[in-house]
């Protein structure tokens, strides 16, 4: 059986240290899986500076298709005033279909919530997208205590580690699940 194309979404902004410091984490952890054939999408590079932040849904040419040929997600995302990054919103708004029946986990930073704030609307908007959102989450609260100056962890984050194994499980079993469910019976829409 074929690996599973699982999408990254990195919602980060283009400010800061935080969001590629978590960004190379998290990937170093999911490109360890030997089951997933991982394919980063940067929102902050979907976005010319002119545009950045204000695509309020406009397609993205490259944004659709990739996220139509993975089998699932995981969206990495900051949190801003009890939100997520607009970047982040125009991106997931410039496809439809392609989301259909497809599995969706999170990670998430910022301060004391770790984010969870922004996972919450995150959860609304990708069941408006007709997509399986995995119940576990990694949220790392104070992140930008986590890292140092290097971008590398500051602390021993074996826990954090834990929670990413079992959230990557998750999104892999959905989406298999998922995945076999489209090709035997086309998802009704």
């Known amino acids: 059986m074929h690996n599973l194309r699982i999408a990254v979404i990195l919602g980060n902004n283009r400010n800061g240290s935080t969001g590629p410091a978590v960004a190379r984490w998290f990937l170093g952890l999911a490109h360890r899986r030997s089951d997933m054939e991982i394919d980063v999408l940067d929102v902050s590079e979907l976005f010319t500076d002119d545009l950045y932040g204000h695509g309020h849904g406009a397609p993205l040419a490259a944004f659709g298709p990739r996220v139509a040929a993975a089998d699932g997600f995981v969206v990495l995302t900051p949190e801003y005033n009890h ?47 007709h997509t399986t959102t995995v119940r576990d989450t990694v949220s790392l609260h104070n992140a930008s205590r986590m890292f140092g100056p290097d971008g590398l962890p500051a602390r021993d984050l074996s826990g954090e580690q834990g929670a990413v194994e079992l959230l990557l499980d998750q999104v892999a079993w959905w989406s298999l699940a998922l995945r076999e469910a489209r090709r035997e019976r086309p998802y009704p829409f």
């Open 83 to 129: 939100g997520y990054p607009g970047p982040l919103k125009s991106a997931i708004d410039s496809a439809r279909r392609e989301w259909f029946a497809k599995a969706v986990g999170f990670v998430s930073y910022g301060g004391m919530s770790g984010g969870l704030r922004a996972i919450e609307q995150l959860r609304l908007v990708f069941s408006e997208l």
